[in-house]
């Protein structure tokens, strides 16, 4: 029987706020690993990434699937000695993450939604059930932001297309949501009170100030072109991760959207080939 226990998991696209919500968690009193990936001028706030699963999320996307299959939607679902080691690793680095202190432990890699169904196998082996969040952001911001941080050449709508469908595909939909355009609206204290109400965080008014220094302005500074989005797909989905947020359609709605997103990618991966998945 699984119970529960302490453990936070990111997900969401790069450039969609998954930074942001894991510093606004930690201002909460959420833990989290003294190794983060190093700020960089892509991120020089800081990715908040935990390096040591950063690193192993590289290593086993290095080799299951080939690139080309990975980018179409496809996730680590085979079972061999790279994977099983994988399991194992992570198993003993949570394990130890989530009993050496007290209190909520999480972490985010926008790679992590490749890898769910061996967190799958970490989690039930720790008899965990994990507190899914999912970091979402306009497609058109989001585009805009991925192309100006890495390149014109970037698949950055398949990219937003295929990490916010798995998130919700791989996790059953059972995962709270967050739009980073809402933290720097008037009504962001609203949003972070739903958030902490839902992790079932106290909050004071020293972490609302704290929040406050986080959320600037210049964070949201990215404007779309009129023509950046091409894909209507991206459209019709993130209208339905908002339409659940508000809770105006149903869970099993937004997840024949997001397989509708799902079959999309596979359908148009041909025009980026065996595209990297190295972009945070």
Request: glycine share 4%.
């Amino acid at each position: 029987m699984r119970v529960e226990k302490p453990i936070i998991v990111v997900l969401g696209s790069g450039r969609s706020g998954t930074s942001l919500l894991m510093q606004l968690l930690v201002a909460m009193g959420m833990r989290r690993s003294d190794q983060l990936v190093a700020a960089n001028e892509s991120n020089p706030e800081g990715y908040f990434e935990d390096a040591v699963i950063v690193a192993a999320h590289k290593e086993i996307l290095n080799t299951h699937p080939p690139g080309k299959s990975r980018f179409r939607g496809d996730v680590v679902q085979s079972s061999d000695a790279v994977t099983s080691e994988f399991v194992q690793a992570m198993v003993d680095y949570v394990g130890y993450q989530i009993n050496s202190k007290s209190g909520i432990w999480g972490f985010k890699d926008p790679r992590t939604v490749f890898a769910l169904p061996l967190w799958r196998q970490v989690f039930a082996r720790l008899k965990i059930k994990p507190t899914y969040l999912l970091a979402v952001r306009s497609p058109e911001a989001t585009v805009a932001s991925m192309r100006h941080a890495y390149s014109k050449q970037n698949p950055a709508e398949l990219n937003w297309l295929v990490r916010n469908s798995l998130a919700i595909t791989e996790t059953n939909a059972e995962v709270y949501i967050t739009n980073y355009d809402n933290w720097f609206t008037q009504n962001w204290k609203s949003e972070l009170a739903k958030l902490a109400s839902h992790l079932n965080f106290e909050l004071r008014q020293s972490e609302y100030e704290v929040a406050e220094d986080l959320i600037k302005p210049d964070l949201n500074h990215f404007r779309p072109e009129s023509d950046k989005i091409a894909d209507p797909q991206l459209a019709e989905f993130y209208e339905k991760i908002i339409a659940r947020m508000h809770h105006t359609i149903s869970t099993s709605e937004l997840l024949a959207s997001a397989n509708r997103a799902k079959a999309h990618v596979e359908s148009h991966s041909h025009k980026v080939g065996a595209a990297r998945i190295d972009y945070a």
